[in-house]
């Protein structure tokens, strides 16, 4: 009898392991996506990693653009990011809200943060500071803010390390250095931008989109047409980096026009908002994404120099050791569903052998 539950112990753990190895893919996507692993290390280092105050107080040539709830706090911008311009837009106001001269507002709540992307550069054209960075209305969090690729998924942390002279090189810069999602090679083919959705966006633009018999973008006389290429993505969710030479370079006509085109657009304010996801790079005609963060984890040569040390100088102690750090950069360059693996397995061949030595001892 005790033979028969060792048996029926041992199926259930394949199973429930069985079942664990088809999740090994989920897992390993979703941990890539929040940098699971980095998340903890810089956690339990967070007295190291959180950031420090700003030297300087006075607004610099600079402005950091969001949207918000009008219940949203977005006082840490100020607080934390002093040198930074400010324009933070509500798109849902009250009616004494809207009467407040003192007040951003969006015409429209739709296309979620790009209505008020293109509010700002619209309101600002003419008067634009050297760099513009749009940015979501959250700081932090594991989950709210697990697109922002800085330590903790903190945004002043991203802004403090922000390389300014980059953008200006670059013009255009997603703050996302990270490829999942958006611009791995199965997330390219989405369904969000269609020809139809390509040519209402782009249509009375100074880039109006191309005739889809032609194979290539082209010029005849100065005009620039646009082809939806075969494929689109983007590092998720919608944080850059612009400069004001780079906004420029398109006429305030055309932001007036895809602005409008989320007003009028029947689709929703989620899905509208998706397909500004996937254009920024080329509205801002950008043929490629970059990031310019700066690179906040160690490099992996640095983590494995670290990974094993001497113990110590006493030749009693033989054999090596991780010490803490070694521990923290080892952890930060392994993804945890690689941890999470190893540990699977471990248990597996543990419980085999285990219940194998049972079954032996029972049929014998």
Sequence with gaps: MRGGFRIAGFCVSCLVLFSLYLLEAHLQDICNQYRAGAYVVNWLDRNDTTSRPHGDTTPG???????????EHTEWVE????????AIYIVN??????????TLTTPFNKGHEAMAYFTYIIEYYHVLPSTIVFLHAHRAGFLMAWHVDAPLHDNVIAMRNLKLD?????????LRCNWNPGCKTAHRSNTHVTEQIW????????????????????????????????????????QFALSRDQVQKRPLEDYIKFRQWIIDTEL????????????????????????????FTDSVEFSS???????????SQTGIYISWDA??????????????????QMIFATVQTSTWNSVTRFVA
């Design 93 to 102: 106001p009250s009616h004494e809200t809207r009467l407040n001269p003192n």
């Design 61 to 71: 040539d600079k402005v950091i653009v969001m949207a918000k709830l009008e219940e």
């Design 327 to 344: 521990w923290r950069y080892t952890f930060a360059s392994l993804s945890a569903h690689t941890i999470f693996r190893h540990y699977v």
């Design 268 to 295: 929703s304010d989620a899905s509208s908002g998706r397909v500004m996801e996937f254009l920024w790079h080329i509205i801002f005609v950008v043929p490629m994404n970059r990031c310019a963060i700066v690179k």
């Design 199 to 238: 040519s209402e966006v782009f249509t009375g633009t100074s880039t109006p989109p191309l005739n889809t018999s032609s194979s290539t973008e082209q010029e005849f006389a100065g005009q620039t047409y646009l082809r939806k290429p075969a494929e689109i993505g983007a590092a998720c969710c919608a």
């Design 79 to 86: 607080e934390e990011l002093p040198d930074w311009q400010r």
């Design 305 to 315: 120099r670290l990974a094993f040390s001497p113990k110590s100088s006493d030749n």
């Design 166 to 174: 980059f953008v200006q090189q670059n013009g255009y810069v997603n």
